[in-house]
């Protein structure tokens, strides 16, 4: 989540936002991963999975 909450981070924002505010692409990369799973795990209820059973 970047500034208003509707646009993500991806890896050439990164690197812009790297010298502009400092930190790694990396890290900036990992913090919108960590955002992004966050959200999910809060929508996990909704996610229908069946097990895969080996044949």
Do not use: C, H, T
């Amino acid at each position: 989540m970047f500034l208003n909450g509707r646009l993500g981070i991806f890896p050439e924002m990164a690197i812009r936002l790297s010298p502009g505010f400092g930190g790694s692409p990396e890290s900036w990369l990992q913090q919108q991963m960590q955002y992004d799973l966050r959200q999910a795990q809060q929508r996990k209820r909704k996610i229908k999975v069946k097990k895969f059973e080996a044949a």
